[in-house]
């Protein structure tokens, strides 16, 4: 499951985006050193200065 908030609203996302944001971070997460083999959930927050 992906979830996406924008200022704290959920934007609704179709399900190509969906897998394809899941996709792409899981992938990126994998590359970092000391990850566990099995990646039960990852939590992203991004705040602009």
Do not use: C, H, W, Y
Request: glycine share 2%.
């Amino acid at each position: 499951m992906v979830e996406l908030k924008i200022n704290g609203q959920s934007v609704p996302l179709n399900p190509f985006i969906s897998n394809l944001l899941e996709a792409q971070m899981t992938a990126t997460v994998k590359t970092l050193r000391d990850i566990p083999d099995k990646v039960e959930e990852i939590e992203l927050r991004i705040a602009p200065e």
